[in-house]
């Protein structure tokens, strides 16, 4: 995990668990030594995240790795396709919008228009054929 948001998660952790600031640093201090998250090391990061969830912080997970876009009637039946072919490689929706930015400069699938999902669907079956897989 890169560094920003690993101390993100900390300060996030901080909050939803309630704790004021001598708490904070008091607690930074017996677990990793340091008495700001700006010096802690990647192993001290490990430890206070470690900490922080054993004492009842739930990170949540990321919405966009398995939210299916929504999109009007006429691309209904592409988007099946692409979930199918997502869903067969066992790949989460995040795999096609980051397809989607780097295919076409469109940061969410949701967003294609028909033409476009054509060509991604393409790009998926042209994978699904290179990775051996069968498509029915």
Same mark, same amino acid.
């Given at each position: 995990m890169s560094r920003k948001p690993a101390l993100a998660k900390i300060h996030i952790a901080k909050n939803e668990l309630a704790m004021d600031d001598d708490t904070y640093r008091a607690m930074l201090q017996s677990i990793a030594g340091v008495s700001s998250s700006k010096a802690l090391t990647d192993a001290g990061v490990t430890k206070v995240l470690?900490? !922080?969830q054993r004492c009842g912080w %739930?990170? %949540?997970t990321a919405a966009k790795a398995g939210k299916k876009p929504s999109v009007g009637r006429g691309r209904q039946a592409l988007v099946g396709k692409v979930e199918a072919l997502l869903a067969e490689a066992k790949r989460p929706w995040s795999y096609a919008d980051a397809?989607? %930015?780097?295919m076409f400069g469109v940061d969410k699938t949701d967003w294609l228009d028909a033409e476009h999902l054509? %060509? !991604?669907v393409a790009a998926l079956t042209y994978d699904a054929k290179r990775h051996g897989r069968d498509l029915g």
């Open positions: 470690a900490h !922080l %739930k990170p %949540k397809m989607a %930015k780097r054509v %060509k !991604l």
